[in-house]
C-alpha cells in the first residue's frame, strides 16, 4: 500500500506493521522500533499534505524509521534491548522467524537496510538506491551478499 489518494490514518493502517518490522530486525529492539515507528508516522503526518502524492510514502516512511535506529543505534543511552533478546521481539513468535531475524541482525548494516527496503518494504532495486543515496549496482551488491549470508546462516541453524 502507497500513500497516493489515502486519508492518512489507511495508509497509517496499511504501513505499521511492515515498518515496525523492519525496524525491529534492523534494531533488534521492539521497544527502539517502536519509538522509530510512531517518530517516523508522526513526521509523515506533518508532512502528509505533500507525501499523500509521492508514489512512494511507505518507502519514506520506512527510511525514516530505518534511519532513526541508526541514529539511535549510534547513541547507546537511547538503545533499550539488545539483539540477543531479538526472540522477544518477534511480532509473531515462530522458530523460523526468530532464526531469520538473527540472521538478519548479525548482516552488515548496509545489508540489512537494502534488504529490508527491497524485500519487507517491497521496493524495486532503483528505489532502494535513491533512499540509500547509492547505485543501483551498490544495492544489487548488497541484496546479493546479504541472501549469500542468510542462506549460509539459516543452513547452519537447521543442523
Given at each position: 500500500?502507497?500513500?497516493?489518494?489515502?486519508?492518512?490514518?489507511?495508509?497509517?493502517?496499511?504501513?505499521f506493521d511492515d515498518v515496525f518490522r523492519g525496524c525491529v530486525l534492523m534494531t533488534g529492539s521492539?521497544?527502539?522500533?517502536?519509538?522509530?515507528?510512531?517518530?517516523?508516522?508522526?513526521?509523515?503526518?506533518?508532512?502528509?499534505?505533500?507525501?499523500?502524492?509521492?508514489?512512494?510514502?511507505?518507502?519514506?516512511?520506512?527510511?525514516?524509521?530505518?534511519?532513526?535506529?541508526?541514529?539511535?543505534?549510534?547513541?547507546?543511552?537511547?538503545?533499550?534491548?539488545?539483539?540477543?533478546?531479538?526472540?522477544?521481539?518477534?511480532?509473531?513468535?515462530?522458530?523460523?522467524?526468530?532464526?531469520?531475524?538473527?540472521?538478519?541482525?548479525?548482516?552488515?548494516?548496509?545489508?540489512?537496510?537494502?534488504?529490508?527496503l527491497h524485500y519487507l518494504g517491497d521496493l524495486p532495486v532503483a528505489s532502494v538506491a535513491e533512499?540509500?543515496?547509492?547505485?543501483?549496482?551498490?544495492?544489487?551488491?548488497?541484496?546479493?551478499?546479504?541472501?549469500?549470508?542468510?542462506?549460509?546462516?539459516?543452513?547452519?541453524?537447521?543442523?
Open positions: 500500500m502507497q500513500g497516493v489518494g489515502l486519508d492518512f490514518e489507511t495508509f497509517y493502517q496499511g504501513e521492539r521497544e527502539v522500533a517502536m519509538d522509530a515507528t510512531q517518530e517516523a508516522f508522526t513526521r509523515a503526518f506533518v508532512r502528509w499534505r505533500r507525501l499523500r502524492q509521492h508514489p512512494w510514502a511507505g518507502g519514506w516512511v520506512m527510511t525514516t524509521a530505518l534511519n532513526l535506529c541508526r541514529r539511535r543505534a549510534r547513541d547507546p543511552l537511547l538503545l533499550g534491548d539488545r539483539p540477543e533478546e531479538v526472540a522477544s521481539a518477534a511480532v509473531t513468535p515462530r522458530v523460523d522467524r526468530i532464526d531469520l531475524q538473527r540472521a538478519l541482525l548479525s548482516l552488515p548494516a548496509r545489508q540489512r537496510e537494502a534488504a529490508i533512499l540509500m543515496q547509492i547505485s543501483e549496482g551498490t544495492v544489487k551488491a548488497h541484496l546479493f551478499e546479504a541472501r549469500k549470508s542468510l542462506r549460509r546462516a539459516l543452513e547452519v541453524s537447521d543442523v
